[in-house]
């Protein structure tokens, strides 16, 4: 082999030698550039363990714990986030907070706001292009072939104040050089401190991008870039109840919506019918001989009765009586006396209607 060479590599560049691809949709799966520290081993005759070091490699995201079965097929979806707020508890993470923890650098990430049965995507970033680092674990798998899978998963905690609208989670964003130092160089017992805070800084901004990038196939700068979002539409309220009243007149049967009618068409028709039945009533109880002005005046008595006689007219027409015990209206014997009765009355004068329904 040879014994000399070069390598001025820049940091980008050995992670992109490292299986990693870049892209502007990255899903669980796929490699990334994580910065983890590795503790030299000690040369011979130094006490204690060797310092540790920040290196930069490659390793995929989706957790995989090591004492998962060789045979197995890893799920990278199963554990590419962890809730920082029980990292403590769980045995798949609790044993890699004190040695395996990492950084995971992206320029931004994405979150879906749900919209009915839609989700629109945002994507978060900082204001000034700088990229995200977020606080992360990491571990190794051997698999059936033998390879050794670094495997590693992000952690999450509740949504800031600007964000809650949109998401209930957010990843662990250490937003400057203090938070960094202790997630990867502090204590176990210090990283509580920066683990489960959420960023409240204002310098980080979002917009709405396409639905396309919901894909993992859809990549490219297209992913990120700005659509206008759909505005409130206004009244969409009495819009919505305007929708469903105009269902429900389509279902009602043409009868319902001829009972329906306005009332004042209604009323109109049901004076009509009032006027034929009292003209009806003027030519039954009236003989023929009757003259012109004595049929008026009649009508105008029984266009507006008082109470009392509205009463006895409805007794003697039998209304609201089973039809055995009502008057006939057959015009016969009785009939005639009657008449005889109405046309006389005690002042020697042509009776009226009126007179006919004050009797007794």
Not at 79 to 95: D, Q, T, V, Y
Not at 188 to 211: I, K, M
Not at 212 to 240: H, N, T, Y
């Amino acid at each position: 082999m040879c014994g000399r060479g070069r390598c001025t590599l820049r940091p980008e560049e050995v992670a992109r030698a490292c299986c990693y691809r870049p892209s502007y949709n990255v899903s669980p799966g796929a490699y990334l550039p994580v910065v983890a520290k590795r503790r030299e081993k000690k040369t011979e005759g130094e006490e204690g363990g060797g310092e540790s070091s920040p290196v930069l490699v490659c390793m995929k995201w989706g957790l995989v714990p090591s004492f998962t079965k060789k045979t197995d097929k890893p799920d990278h979806y199963r554990m590419f986030n962890a809730r920082s707020e029980s990292i403590r508890e769980k045995a798949s993470f609790r044993r890699l907070i004190p040695k395996n923890r990492c950084l995971v650098a992206m320029e931004g990430f994405y979150e879906w706001k749900k919209d009915g049965s839609k989700k629109q995507p945002y994507y978060i970033y900082f204001k000034d292009g700088r990229p995200l680092v977020f606080a992360a674990l990491y571990d190794s798998w051997h698999n059936s072939e033998g390879e050794v899978v670094y495997t590693f998963t992000i952690l999450t905690t509740c949504s800031s104040s600007a964000l809650q609208w949109l998401h209930d989670r957010m990843p662990v964003i250490l937003g400057d050089k203090t938070s960094i130092d202790i997630w990867l160089n502090g204590s176990a017992s210090e990283v509580d401190s920066v683990a489960g805070r959420p960023y409240e800084g204002p310098d980080l901004v979002w917009h709405p991008v396409t639905a396309a990038m919901g894909k993992p196939s859809f990549d490219g700068p297209e992913c990120v870039k700005e659509i206008q979002s759909k505005p409130a539409e206004k009244g969409s309220l009495s819009k919505f109840l305007k929708k469903h009243v105009s269902a429900v007149h389509e279902i009602i049967s043409p009868q319902s919506a001829t009972a329906a009618r306005p009332e004042s068409v209604q009323e109109r028709h049901g004076l009509e019918d009032v006027k034929e039945e009292e003209d009806a009533i003027v030519k039954r109880e009236f003989p023929a001989g009757l003259q012109e002005n004595e049929k008026a005046e009649s009508r105008t008595h029984i266009a507006r009765p008082p109470k009392e006689a509205l009463e006895e007219y409805s007794k003697k027409r039998g209304y609201g009586q089973p039809l055995s015990d009502s008057v006939s209206p057959a015009v016969g014997a009785d009939d005639s006396k009657k008449k005889g009765k109405i046309v006389k009355s005690a002042g020697g004068e042509q009776a009226t209607l009126f007179s006919y329904f004050g009797r007794s």
